[in-house]
T-cell receptor, first 112, second 118 residues
Framework: LAKTTQPISMDSYEGQEVNITCSHN???????ITWYQQFPSQGPRFIIQ???TKVTNEVASLFIPADRKSSTLSLPRVSLSDTAVYYC?????????????FGTGTRLKVLA | EAQVTQNPRYLITVTGKKLTVTCSQN?????MSWYRQDPGLGLRQIYY???????DKGDVPEGYKVSRKEKRNFPLILESPSPNQTSLYFC?????????????????FGQGTRLTVV
C-alpha cells in the first residue's frame, strides 16, 4: 500500500528557505507526487505536483530524485502566513483504482 | 467560481439522530470523496466515488453511507451518529478519465463541516 512519511513538525524563521522531505518507498510507476497546504479549519489547498526531477511554480519548488522514493517541497523565503500543515500525497494504485491517501502531514511554524 | 460547497459548516446533534451533510461541486468532476480529520490522525478517507452510481469504501467507512445519484452531489449520511464520529469533515472533487482518477490533477476541497455528536 502506497504510504508517505513526513516529519511531524518543523520550525523556521521568516525569510528562510524551508525544505520538507517526504518518503514514499512504494510509489508506483504511474503515480504523481502532490503537495497540499492546510490552514486551521480550512480544506487542503493544492500547492504543487510533479512526476520526476524538478518542478517550480510561483509558490514552491518540488525536487524528486531519479528513484522517486522521496520528494522535497521547498518554500523560498517563508513568511508568517506560511504557517500551516503540509501534506505529501501519492496516488494509491494497489487496489486497481486510484485514490488519494493523506499522511499526518508536517506542521510548519514560521517564527518572526 | 470553481468550488466545492459543503453544508452545514457546523452541526451539533445527539446520538442516534440521523443526519446528512451535503456536498456539491460545480466543476463537472467525476471523482468525489469524503474525509474526516481528527487531531493527530490527519485526513482519513471515508468513501469515494469514481462516477455517478459508483461508490467505494475508503479507510474508515464504518458508520457512514454515501450516494451519488448526480455527478455534482455527494452527500454523506450518518444513519445513527455516535460521539466517536465527532470530527471535522471535508468533501473533495477531482477530474478522472475513463473511470480512473487522474492523480496528476488537483483535488478541490470544501471548507469543511465541524460535527459534534453528544
Amino acid at each position: 500500500l502506497a504510504k508517505t512519511t513526513q516529519p511531524i513538525s518543523m520550525d523556521s524563521y521568516e525569510g528562510q528557505e524551508v525544505n520538507i522531505t517526504c518518503s514514499h518507498n512504494n510509489i508506483a510507476t504511474n503515480d504523481y507526487i502532490t503537495w497540499y497546504q492546510q490552514f486551521p479549519s480550512q480544506g487542503p489547498r493544492f500547492i504543487i505536483q510533479g512526476y520526476k526531477t524538478k518542478v517550480t511554480n510561483e509558490v514552491a519548488s518540488l525536487f524528486i530524485p531519479a528513484d522517486r522514493k522521496s520528494s522535497t517541497l521547498s518554500l523560498p523565503r517563508v513568511s508568517l502566513s506560511d504557517t500551516a500543515v503540509y501534506y505529501c500525497l501519492v496516488g494509491d494504485n494497489t487496489s486497481g483504482t486510484y485514490k488519494y491517501i493523506f499522511g499526518t502531514g508536517t506542521r510548519l511554524k514560521v517564527l518572526a | 467560481e470553481a468550488q466545492v460547497t459543503q453544508n452545514p459548516r457546523y452541526l451539533i446533534t445527539v446520538t442516534g439522530k440521523k443526519l446528512t451533510v451535503t456536498c456539491s461541486q460545480n466543476m463537472n468532476h467525476e471523482y468525489m470523496s469524503w474525509y474526516r480529520q481528527d487531531p493527530g490522525l490527519g485526513l482519513r478517507q471515508i468513501y469515494y466515488s469514481m462516477n455517478v452510481e459508483v461508490t467505494d469504501k475508503g479507510d474508515v467507512p464504518e458508520g457512514y453511507k454515501v450516494s451519488r445519484k448526480e455527478k455534482r452531489n455527494f452527500p454523506l449520511i450518518l444513519e445513527s451518529p455516535s460521539p466517536n464520529q465527532t470530527s471535522l469533515y471535508f468533501c473533495a472533487s477531482s477530474p478522472s478519465k475513463q473511470g480512473r482518477l487522474e492523480v496528476n490533477t488537483e483535488a478541490f476541497f470544501g471548507q469543511g463541516t465541524r460535527l459534534t455528536v453528544v
